[in-house]
């Protein structure tokens, strides 16, 4: 990540904790080493600068790749540890995974949001199963993580975030996924999802959808694949 980075935590995030003032719980659950997956929530953009502030260690997220396309842009979202990437379905989503694959066979910590996108009416949508893929194939424990009030802080279409709200991050104990199987297997996904899900929900207290987040189909054969069974990565 180089010096950006670097500088990035050296400034950004006190600056960011005396603004918001976050509450943060749970911190002393956090492993200190070693390969970690944070799993939370999505109900804002500050949600990307909200978890890698409260974390004891340094985080690094996927954002997509517009971000980067600006020198300041760039600058920014690279001094609070996101890679850019061409976010999408299909192969697409395979090699986001993979790329977060190689950061934590170096041992690094990573963010994802197993919702897919961001909540826009507050309730906890369906986990897609690439993060407990990623957890199956990799054998790193997943941090659960609730957040709570970031919407509020940073509604979408709003420009800029106010500094009247405080946002509270909670840091989950770290699960262990393995006992469900192997990454293989669609079942031991499906099974390790929702225990993440699940404990995503103990943290942040949301009303459950019982749904995928997914954007309005925009032709009949979308329509279908979004009604037939199938797995969401």
């Known amino acids: 990540m180089g010096a950006a980075y670097g500088l990035g935590r050296f400034l950004i995030a006190p600056l960011a904790r005396a603004v918001y003032r976050p509450r943060v719980e749970g911190r002393e659950n956090v492993p200190r080493t070693g390969p970690v997956i944070f799993a939370s929530n999505h109900l804002s953009f500050i949600d990307s600068i909200a978890i890698p502030v409260a974390a004891p260690r340094p985080v690094h997220f996927l954002a997509k790749s517009a971000y980067f396309e600006k020198w300041a842009s760039r600058q920014f979202f690279t001094a609070i540890g996101a890679i850019p990437v061409e976010r999408g379905a299909g192969q697409k989503a395979l090699d986001a995974l993979d790329q977060q694959r190689v950061l934590l066979e170096d041992g690094r910590a990573v963010a994802l949001y197993p919702e897919g996108t ?14 407990a893929f990623l957890a199956l194939q990799t054998g790193a424990p997943v941090v659960p993580v609730g957040l709570i009030g970031t919407d509020k802080a940073m509604p979408v279409g ?11 991050v909670r840091f989950g104990t770290p699960l262990d996924l393995s ?4 990454a293989s297997s669609g079942r031991a996904r499906r ?3 929702d225990e993440i899900m699940a404990a995503i929900h103990a943290l942040s207290g949301q009303d459950l959808a019982n749904a995928y987040n997914e954007a309005p189909a925009q032709n009949p054969i979308e329509r279908i694949k979004q009604v037939l ?5």
């Open 229 to 233: 069974p199938h797995e969401r990565l």
């Open 118 to 131: 961001r909540s826009l009416d507050g309730r906890l949508y369906k986990g897609r199963t690439g993060v």
């Open 191 to 193: 099974g390790a999802t």
């Open 158 to 168: 709003a420009r800029f975030p106010s500094t009247k709200e405080r946002i509270t």
């Open 179 to 182: 006992p469900h199987g192997p």
